[in-house]
């Protein structure tokens, strides 16, 4: 199935885009490289819909944090997500304070192509046993919306 055509740029396309523009075309490159989608899915998955590189690292255990993030960061350059931080006076002791979400734009192109249904990635997170510190983890508090 050929996913959908972007919206057009005004200018016959979207190859080129300004900065801070949302290339749809390399959105889908960038999210379907197999390694990146895991990370989706469970970004998607994660009860918040906003996972710490912790809780990606237990998610994806083939995967260092190191990888993780530079994944993340392939995916921010091109608006797939977005990183959120607490405020610093807001954070909390040994806990993470970035925290990780999908864009509009992203939840837009995915849900017009048939890409990491919610519902779907919520029950197979849900279904992932957890460590106590990845419990606690994902029942912190995020960043106001």
Request: charged fraction near 35%; avoid cysteine; glycine fraction near 6%.
């Given at each position: 199935?050929k996913?959908?055509?972007?919206?057009?740029?005004?200018?016959?396309?979207?190859?080129?885009?300004?900065?801070?523009?949302?290339?749809?075309?390399?959105?889908?490159?960038?999210?379907?490289?197999?390694?990146?989608?895991?990370?989706?899915?469970?970004?998607?998955?994660h009860?918040?819909?906003?996972?710490?590189?912790?809780?990606?690292?237990?998610?994806?255990?083939?995967?260092?944090?190191?990888?993780?993030?530079?994944?993340?960061?392939?995916?921010?350059?091109?608006?797939?997500?977005?990183?959120?931080?607490?405020?610093?006076?807001?954070?909390?002791?040994?806990?993470?304070?970035?925290?990780?979400?999908?864009?509009?734009?992203?939840?837009?192109?995915?849900?017009?192509?048939?890409?990491?249904?919610?519902?779907?990635?919520?029950?197979?997170?849900?279904?992932?046993?957890?460590?106590?510190?990845?419990?606690?983890?994902?029942?912190?508090p995020?960043?106001?919306?």
């Amino acid at each position: 199935m050929k996913p959908e055509t972007p919206p057009s740029d005004g200018a016959g396309g979207t190859s080129g885009a300004s900065p801070g523009s949302f290339d749809a075309w390399l959105a889908l490159q960038k999210a379907t490289d197999e390694k990146r989608a895991d990370i989706l899915a469970d970004v998607v998955g994660h009860p918040s819909g906003m996972p710490t590189v912790e809780e990606l690292d237990y998610m994806n255990p083939p995967l260092s944090e190191d990888a993780i993030r530079r994944h993340l960061h392939a995916l921010l350059d091109v608006g797939v997500v977005r990183e959120r931080e607490i405020e610093p006076g807001r954070r909390l002791r040994d806990f993470p304070y970035k925290f990780y979400e999908l864009t509009e734009d992203a939840r837009d192109l995915f849900d017009r192509n048939g890409l990491f249904p919610e519902a779907a990635w919520k029950r197979q997170y849900r279904s992932v046993e957890k460590t106590e510190r990845i419990r606690e983890v994902e029942s912190m508090p995020r960043p106001d919306a």
